[in-house]
């Protein structure tokens, strides 16, 4: 009787959590973004004039401009300008970098860009799945003895790190599938191949 119990506890836990976090996060995300924005707001807004949302609706507006400003030479000056400043102040360097290079993961403007290419690699008899970052070795070209390079990350299950290896284009193995698909696979070990799996 427990047994059954703790399996259907666990089958509705499993039902509800992901949608509950999910619903959670959006909720957080949206608070957070009227909280901040709210102040802003009522300095050009009278107070009994605000409503929610308001907020939410001027953090897309800031980013749709941030979105277009960053296109112009000047504001890439001016970032690049912070972004050297940000990088010499010690904790502040580690923190900015980290989040820069996961915010570089998103696609954007529909380029082919990091993490759009999934490929497989030979593992002994088996295969792992990555993602081509970038079309060719960067900044380790000088390093690659003239090796056609390219560097493949590769995701470790659960979210707990991964590793970007650099590797001759021949050994790798297209593979036709989204990469949202392949990122999901590989984060749940292999229990998740999509959205439509039942």
């Not at 970098?97 to 759009?116: C, Q, T």
């Not at 090796?147 to 970007?164: A, C, E, K, N, R």
Request: hydrophobic letters at 50%.
């Amino acid at each position: 009787m427990l047994k059954n119990l703790r399996k259907v506890l666990m089958r509705g836990l499993v039902a509800v959590l992901p949608i509950g976090l999910t619903l959670w996060l959006l909720w957080w995300l949206g608070t957070a973004t009227e909280t901040v924005l709210h102040r802003f707001i009522t300095l050009f807004v009278p107070e009994e004039h605000y409503w929610w949302g308001m907020g939410i609706i001027a953090g897309l507006l800031v980013l749709l401009i941030a979105g277009t400003l960053v296109n112009a030479y000047v504001v890439r000056r001016a970032l690049s300008y912070w972004e050297k400043r940000l990088e010499q102040i010690p904790v502040v360097k580690t923190l900015y970098g980290a989040i820069r290079d996961f915010v570089e993961f998103l696609p954007a403007s529909g380029d082919k860009r990091d993490l759009r290419r999934v490929v497989a690699v030979r593992f002994g008899e088996g295969l792992v799945v990555g993602f081509v970052t970038r079309d060719d070795a960067g900044d380790m070209q000088a390093m690659t003895d003239g090796q056609d390079l390219v560097p493949v990350y590769f995701p470790m299950s659960y979210q707990i790190g991964g590793y970007t290896i650099y590797l001759p284009r021949t050994q790798l193995i297209p593979l036709d599938m989204p990469a949202e698909s392949a990122m999901r696979m590989v984060l749940t070990g292999g229990v998740s191949s999509g959205p439509g799996r039942r």
